[in-house]
T-cell receptor, first 116, second 113 residues
């Protein structure tokens, strides 16, 4: 069964460094998402991406964040200058059509980011 | 604004006992509701979803959930829990644009022999 994959599973970085989290969505899916979950808190929406552009983003997704689909298969989340509070589990998700028309989002296993 | 509340942070049940995980939502229109399960080291797996129609929804692994509009609830149930059901359970509602999910804080389920 097709699945969303994410690499790395765990990333440790120093504060102020740039990190890139990678995701490979399911191949025929058109909508892509990033969520994060700070330890002990709820899963929070960051951004959705469709047709090579951001379709929606949350307040969390500030200028330090960016997303890209560089090659038609990967979907990346870049944090330009990491802060301690960026430490979290980051989930990628994809869906073939908009969720509202009846499709669940398919989630990857997550990347745990630790900022020291 | 859309939101989801899962009142129970942690639940412990005996294997074979019944289970009910609570979920309350806040949403201005007809909600689209989901239950996901997360096992350690795994991604979020869909258990079931509600979009319209029958308010009792059947899912995988023997789970079901009932949508009650009057109570703004979408509680997850299972008649007989198995040790392999130990995991984190998340309730989610779909937002206005159909693009993003609003998740609850999750309920951690422990199953004891």
């Amino acid at each position: 069964e097709p699945e969303v994959t994410q690499t790395p599973s765990h990333q440790v970085t120093q504060m102020g460094q740039e990190v890139i989290l990678r995701c490979v969505p399911i191949s025929n899916h058109l909508y892509f998402y990033w969520y994060r979950q700070i330890l002990g808190q709820k899963v929070e929406f960051l951004v959705s991406f469709y047709n090579n552009e951001i379709s929606e983003k949350s307040e969390i997704f500030d200028d330090q964040f960016s997303v890209e689909r560089p090659d038609g298969s990967n979907f990346t989340l870049k944090i330009r200058s990491t802060k301690l509070e960026d430490s979290a589990m980051y989930f990628c998700a994809s869906t073939p059509r908009m969720t509202r028309v009846g499709n669940e989002q398919f989630f990857g296993p997550g990347t745990r980011l630790t900022v020291l | 604004a859309q939101s989801v509340t899962q009142p129970d942070i942690h639940i412990t049940v005996s294997e074979g006992a019944s289970l009910e995980l609570r979920c309350n939502y806040s949403y201005g229109a007809t909600p689209y509701l989901f239950w996901y399960v997360q096992s350690p080291g795994q991604g979020l797996q869909l258990l079931l979803k509600y979009f319209s129609g029958d308010t009792l929804v059947q899912g995988i692994k023997g789970f079901e959930a009932e949508f009650k509009r009057s109570q703004s609830s979408f509680n997850l149930r299972k008649p007989s829990v198995h040790w392999s059901d130990a995991a984190e359970y998340f309730c989610a509602v779909c937002g206005n644009t159909g693009n993003q999910f609003y998740f609850g804080t999750g309920t951690s389920l422990t199953v004891i022999p």
